[in-house]
């Protein structure tokens, strides 16, 4: 089984673009928009999931996506915390109604009402009520509610508490995701996350998060970032800092996917992260959508390099299947309800 961990809505209707652009609007003055006042019925969620994220699915042989609120579009920059409490509010519904059309296809994640400045505890409501009523089997955090001007505390800092609380709670994972960059020195996608996997990681090495919180689990995506490129710096800086070796003291608790984007980037994940750590991603359809000219296939086709690479075939099933299962044990389960 095929199981990709990193997968967001990035071709929603457009009506829920315009109902975003009106709320936007009105932080200038008027009256927002309800949340009634979108109105997309299935018809029209199957017409963006069918010819698009399902179609490529199929293509590339993946069984069933981890499905969350498009990254960029979480905007948590914008307006307050009402602000993005209706948002997230809205965008988590519309992942749960695609699952609830695909079970055996997709799985939800949830995006967290962040707001800058403004206490993490105020996300705990929603984190429930998608664990609750809608079946999420994680969640997505933004380091960075700021868009790019780092303003929150790192991710080591106690006010995150009440979040890995009720993650520890609902034996839930996050991934660690930033979204859009307003600071024009970080292009979004080809800056700021890579900038903020390289940065989460760092946070956490320098903290002792795990020794609060032994059993809570974060994604790092994107490959993670820069970090294992530069192992030997991470390791030796873990050595100055008086921090015991990267794998006792994070891998135990921090994982990375596999959405990187050519076979060398991929080949030297493999080689320096140990491949209970690695989970199989593609971040499809996201910030790379072409075709690469050198091999005729997408960038983000990244089965191809899993399978490329030199791989035992107990690494790579664990990579593929068995350790998203152990990771997101919410999804484990329900896939187990299916009867897979």
């Not at 020794?211 to 970032?225: C, E, K, Q, S, Y």
Request: charged share 20%; hydrophobic share 40%; aromatic share 10%.
């Amino acid at each position: 089984m095929l199981i990709d961990c990193h997968g967001h809505y990035t071709t929603a209707p457009p009506a829920l673009a315009a109902w975003r652009d009106r709320q936007v609007a009105a932080l200038a003055g008027g009256p927002a928009p309800a949340r009634a006042d979108l109105r997309i019925s299935d018809d029209e969620l199957r017409e963006t999931i069918e010819p698009n994220q399902l179609r490529l699915m199929d293509e590339r042989g993946i069984d069933l996506t981890i499905f969350s609120p498009r990254a960029s579009f979480m905007a948590h920059h914008v307006g307050d915390f009402t602000t993005s409490s209706a948002w997230a509010a809205i965008c988590n519904e519309l992942c749960y109604r695609v699952s609830a059309l695909y079970p055996e296809r997709f799985a939800p994640a949830a995006m967290l009402p962040q707001s800058p400045g403004v206490d993490p505890a105020t996300c705990v409501p929603e984190l429930t009520r998608c664990v609750e009523e809608y079946g999420a089997v994680a969640l997505n955090l933004n380091p960075d509610p700021s868009g790019g001007h780092w303003t929150a505390p790192p991710l080591t800092d106690r006010s995150w508490y009440p979040v890995y609380e009720k993650m520890v709670e609902y034996d839930i994972p996050a991934m660690v995701h930033v979204s859009t960059s307003v600071n024009p020195a970080f292009h979004t996608t080809g800056a700021h996350y890579l900038n903020a996997d390289t940065t989460a990681f760092m946070q956490l090495l320098q903290g002792d998060l795990f020794a609060d919180f032994p059993t809570l689990r974060l994604v790092i995506p994107h490959g993670g970032g820069a970090v294992p490129y530069h192992w030997g710096r991470f390791r030796g800086l873990a050595m100055a800092l008086g921090r015991p070796e990267l794998e006792e003291h994070l891998l135990g608790n921090v994982f990375f996917d596999t959405c990187v984007y050519h076979q060398p980037g991929s080949d030297l994940l493999f080689d320096v992260i140990p491949a209970k750590n690695i989970l199989f991603a593609s971040e499809m359809i996201g910030a790379v959508r072409d075709v690469d000219p050198r091999t005729g296939h997408h960038f983000d086709d990244t089965r191809r390099y899993v399978e490329a690479a030199k791989l035992s075939e107990v690494d790579l099933a664990a990579i593929q299947e068995h350790n998203a299962r152990a990771v997101y044990p919410r999804l484990d389960a329900l896939l187990k309800r299916q009867g897979r």
